[in-house]
């Protein structure tokens, strides 16, 4: 995290007043393009099945992807089959839409949707036309339901149910919008949500991330005993959190290395750690197995609702026709 993220989460100071006129243009633009799509000015594609957006109104580390984790397993349980789209952040594949297979590298897909794919196993597919990637689905795939991983403010995507998740601890941050801020829409914009879910939250509508255990970053396997002391390797928008469940799990931290979010690992990223225990999340480790060492560990983290947050679903996917049974 930078120095300006870092003024993000602090009481406002002189660097983000000087950004204030930036966050005015990027308001007036952000509002005027969903006044056009609103107005029906910009064309909006309907899928054929219904589509859940799950996304967020700022920027990095709101715990969206265990929520995706979550949920799709959730939506199976009921009887749906689920196709995930992604925009795929930071991915370079060969074509686009691109289907993210047993074969594919984080390079190709991105992190979270490859992570995505080898945990849940369900067509994943990641492109920036979300138009094409649905088309690609329905034809080869034939779902009976769409789980977007982000793309709360891709209003081109005509969407069912709107879900957004907010970091229960730093929640907003200054209120403020990009770049003075982390916001990408203003706090208002929940209110025409249909749920908003609160990360670190076990009771109201919220969830809790659990510790699953550790693995080996080279092969997977499940580590029953860790080493006591190491270093925390984290590419991600809320490396503190990861980092604190280390050192409650009795992990001596010896240093921590942060790179930016999505951050396209190499081994001379790991020069400085020599023989050292290296302890990373489950996203990094995608990026890092093709040169992990034995002793290089990821803890798997996954995501327990509260059963407000189950009855809600549930009460939503009722009202929008997507379940009319077993719940």
Request: charged share 20%.
């Amino acid at each position: 995290m930078n120095r300006l993220e870092r003024s993000w989460y602090q009481p406002v100071g002189l660097i983000n007043i000087l950004l204030l006129p930036l966050s005015g243009v990027f308001w007036l633009l952000s509002s005027l393009r969903r006044v056009l799509f609103k107005l029906g000015l910009k064309g909006v594609y309907k899928a054929a099945v219904p589509v859940i957006i799950v996304g967020n109104i700022g920027i990095g580390g709101n715990g969206k992807t265990p929520f995706v984790l979550w949920l799709v397993p959730y939506l199976e349980s009921l009887g749906l089959k689920v196709a995930v789209i992604s925009r795929g952040y930071g991915a370079h594949p060969p074509s686009l839409p691109y289907r993210v297979t047993d074969s594919s590298s984080a390079k190709e897909a991105g992190d979270e949707p490859l992570l995505i794919y080898k945990r849940l196993g369900c067509p994943v597919m990641i492109g920036g036309d979300r138009q094409a990637s649905i088309e690609l689905l329905m034809r080869e795939d034939k779902p009976d339901i769409i789980v977007s991983d982000d793309g709360l403010q891709h209003y081109q995507l005509a969407r069912d149910i709107e879900i957004c998740i907010v970091d229960a601890q730093r929640r907003f941050g200054n209120t403020l919008l990009l770049p003075a801020g982390p916001l990408r829409e203003a706090p208002s914009r929940l209110k025409h949500t249909d749920l908003v879910v609160y990360n670190g939250k076990s009771d109201g509508v919220g969830y809790e991330l659990v510790r699953s255990g550790y693995f080996s970053v080279r092969d997977n396997q499940a580590i029953e005993q860790i080493a006591e002391q190491g270093i925390a390797v984290s590419a991600i928008g809320n490396p503190q959190r990861f980092e604190q469940s280390l050192r409650s799990d009795g992990v001596e931290l010896l240093d921590t290395l942060h790179f930016a979010d999505h951050h396209a690992y190499s081994e001379s990223d790991f020069a400085t750690c020599e023989h050292l225990a290296v302890f990373m999340t489950e996203k990094d480790a995608v990026k890092c197995q093709s040169f992990g060492k034995e002793n290089w560990y990821y803890l798997k983290v996954d995501a327990q609702p509260s059963a407000e947050l189950t009855q809600q679903l549930n009460s939503l996917l009722k009202q929008k026709g997507i379940v009319n049974h077993g719940l």
